[in-house]
């Protein structure tokens, strides 16, 4: 059973840079699937962040809204894969929960728990 | 970017009633290319359907999904308890795979 968990700080001073790391038992990270985070504002819905396929095919996908400050990628070596949010401010404090894909496409078949930062000084 | 509009955006009803969600997308999911789930306060979203009208594993025959095009329904046909929550839809189609507002399904 394909298995999730996001770890990083759950404190991120505003104009800093947001990380987190997915990482991903059960299955390999080189596996055809996408893998992808989403996040959601307290009291408010899903917002797609973006998705990576593997450290070999294409680049990322990133929402137009997102895509000048965050950056996915691949550890094959450590099997996870990474958020980077750069210049946050406090619109981007939320629940972020990393996700893998099933049958080469990008829903959400698989979820890690969740979590929360809160972007504050 | 492909918009998706759920509605209602609050639905009423009671245990054992037929629930009717609905996903407008502001252009084609081609390939039907559509997701739907279930989200509890404090909870992680949960698959109910892929494909437009797959049910994801362990997900009760309750739960149905239909439609095509730009117009996409989750049906609940017996409400249980636990089924009242917040629902999203997701198109997977075209990049970015946007999610809609979700509905909130409220116990009447």
């Known amino acids: 059973q394909v298995q999730l968990q996001e770890s990083g700080p759950g404190l991120v001073k505003p104009s800093g840079t947001l990380s987190l790391t997915c990482a991903v038992s059960g299955g390999s990270i080189s596996s055809n699937n996408w893998w992808s985070w989403v996040r959601q504002p307290p009291g408010k819905g899903l917002e797609w962040i973006g998705e990576v396929y593997n450290s070999e095919t294409g680049s990322p996908n990133y929402n137009p809204s997102l895509k000048s400050r965050v950056t996915i990628s691949v550890d094959e070596s450590k099997n996870q894969f990474s958020l980077r949010l750069t210049s946050v401010t406090a619109a981007d404090t939320a629940v972020y929960f990393c996700a893998r894909g099933a049958d080469g496409y990008g829903y959400g078949h698989y979820w890690g728990q969740g979590t929360l930062v809160t972007v504050s000084s | 970017e492909i918009v998706l509009t759920q509605s209602p955006g609050t639905l009423s009803l009671s245990p054992g009633e037929r629930a009717t969600l609905s996903c407008t997308a502001s252009e084609s999911v081609s390939g039907r290319l559509l997701a739907w789930y279930q989200q509890k306060p404090g909870q992680t979203p949960r698959l109910l359907i892929y494909?437009?009208?797959s049910r994801a594993t362990g997900i009760p025959d309750r739960f149905s999904g239909s439609g095509s095009g730009t117009d996409f329904t989750l049906t609940i046909s017996r409400l249980e308890p636990e089924d009242f929550a917040v629902y999203y839809c997701q198109q997977y189609f075209r990049s970015p795979n946007s999610f809609g507002q979700g509905t909130k399904l409220e116990i009447k």
């Open positions: 494909g437009a009208s």
